[in-house]
């Protein structure tokens, strides 16, 4: 029992994660909570559904799945990442030296609006994913996996470790490395802050696309609200793990899936998306920054 909840956990968490990564991101280049990242990942999520169900209904599936998800997730990311560029340009660039407050509640506009773009497009009825893997798995001591979350566990990590060779290794990572440390002295060295900030919205997109587009395989159901419910406890993630700290995104994904899995299954499920929440007050309430978080002396 204990070890299932492990299981269940750490797939779960695998995906809050990704979408975490995308809100840690850009809150360390531009401190800036993005709250429509979480509609990306609705939109990850039905991009998945209508690309599958074309592949399906001219034959692809039949002829070669694994080639089908793949394109599926491929065709996906790119468009999501699309839309997290696109988005950037219209709702925050203009708004790049406006008061903090504008951003924010352009953010919230651009939320709003993506729910019932969606939402009037494809209907407010539940979408249910094609049943690719048909929840095929194995059973080893009572305790049952499946494909798809060997899946999702496997793919969340890789892309995990990719991002953190991408940040350290690359020199597009060193120059938004430097842009969050400070965008004055990077613009000066030559770094272009529009294109990395430009690429971070990127990255961060596809990551919830890949997010959206796993769950959606999980669950086997989506709807036009999945985004906000996600994007809140993605954002509630990065708090716990340090907002702005990559590793601290990844932890706290983590940590965050196998509280509610446990808590769930130990005390009530009921309440399973309040205990996230209250793991969360203990944490700032002991460690303000998160877990993985630095504080910051500001000079005034």
Known sequence: MFIQQLINGI?????????????????????????????????????????????????????????????????????????????????????????????????????????????????????????????????INGIRVTYIQLFIIAASAVLMIFLHIFITRTRMGKAMRAVAQDKVMASLVGINIDTVISMTFVIGSGLAAVAGLMVAMYYGLVNYSIGYIAGIKAFTAAVLGGIGSIPGAMFGGI??????????????????????????????LIKPTGLFGKSHEEKV
Do not use: W
């Open 255 to 284: 940590l965050l899936g196998l509280v509610e899995s446990l808590s769930a299954a130990y005390i009530s499920s009921e309440y399973k998306d309040a205990y996230a929440f209250i793991i969360l007050i203990i944490v700032l």
């Open 11 to 139: 797939t779960v968490g695998g995906v809050y994660a990704l979408i975490a990564l995308g809100y840690t991101m850009v809150y360390g280049i531009l401190e800036l909570i993005n709250f429509a990242h979480g509609e990306i990942y609705m939109l990850g999520a039905y991009l998945g559904i209508i690309i599958l169900g074309f592949f399906t209904a001219v034959g692809l599936t039949s002829y070669s799945l694994p080639l089908a998800l793949i394109l599926t997730f491929v065709l996906s990311t790119i468009f999501c990442a699309s839309y997290g560029f696109t988005i950037e340009k219209v709702a925050y660039k203009p708004l790049r030296n406006a008061p903090r407050l504008s951003p924010l509640i352009s953010a919230i506009g651009v939320s709003i609006f993506l729910q019932n773009y969606v939402m009037l497009t494809q209907g407010a009825t539940d979408k249910v994913f094609p049943h690719v893997l048909e929840n095929e798995g194995f059973e």
